[in-house]
């Protein structure tokens, strides 16, 4: 039986924890729809303690700005946003989750870009995918990786590319491979279903992993180390679907389930246990549902709880 980090399906137990995750999930920014909000975007930072069970969202604090299409890298003790609009500003902020409060100051990307929420991280380093920028930075496709060291402070450096340029594209990790989940691209059809893989400690270009079962954009996706899952998305239509594979391994994606209600532009975070999908543009416009999966067994996700005012176009992470 392999530990955590070893590729045999070995599988999490109660107690047991991950270096890029916690019991503690994160929920901050987005698309509310709050009349009280210019142009209804979000600067607030909201918790829920995934041990507790079933439970809504509490306040945590507030990002510098309202923010949406962010990125988020985490470990047990520091959770960093990136970047986001308005504006595809280069920015990265971070919180430590085990306490509530503001964002201090992380430094700068290489470029300002617009995420697709979850990245993928070891807990020491996290990797993203730049998605898109400003027309005078090259507009809405990129194949550029960056990476920063969360536990420190400073710019974000160049990590390699993927093999085209790509937006919308999300992130998950099993601590040693980060894998990059489908996005869109400039060709046609736009939305994709191909998958890429890095190892998350060293630098360089992204390889091919194997493919999804939907073409789909603006899911979300989380993992442990025996299992990553993407979840929901849009492709013509909203979708439900939840897809999962072996990351150690290449391969296409298999059937995991399906969320309670179809949604895209959602967020997931992850305990070693649990994947946690948050929000969403669904049944309502702005849904304020917190759901989870187990990843050791497939099927439907489960009702968790209500974030404080539903949002989309947001971002998750988990730490502690």
Known sequence: ???????????????????????????????????????????????????????????????????????????????????????YVNIMEYITPASTGDVTDFGDLVVGSA????????????????GSRS?????????????????????????GDMPEARSGVSGSSNGIRGILWAGNHNATPQQIKEMEYITIASTGNSADFGNMVRIVNDHSSCGNADRNIAAGGYYGSLQDTIEYCNPASTGNTSDFGNLITAQYMNQCAETAIRGIITGGYGRVAHENTIQYITFASTGNSTDFGNMTIGRYSHTAGSGV
Not at 8 to 26: C, D, K, L, P
Not at 115 to 130: E, F, K, L, T
């Open 1 to 87: 039986m392999s530990g955590p980090f070893g590729s045999s399906q070995w599988m999490y137990n109660s107690g047991e924890v991950i270096a890029w995750g916690g019991t503690r999930m994160i929920t901050a920014g987005g698309t509310t729809g709050n009349e009280n909000s210019a142009a209804g975007n979000a600067d607030s930072i909201d918790y829920v303690n995934v041990s507790a069970g079933n439970a809504d969202s509490q306040d945590f604090g507030d990002l510098s700005a309202a923010r949406i299409s962010f990125g988020v890298v985490s470990s047990t003790g520091r959770i960093v946003f990136l970047g986001g609009n308005p504006s």
């Open 115 to 130: 995420y697709n929420g979850h990245q993928a991280s070891s807990g020491i380093r996290g990797v993203m995918q730049n």
């Open 135 to 159: 027309a005078a930075n090259g507009g809405s496709y990129h194949v550029e990786l960056e990476y920063i060291t969360i536990a420190t402070t400073g710019n974000a450096a160049d990590f």
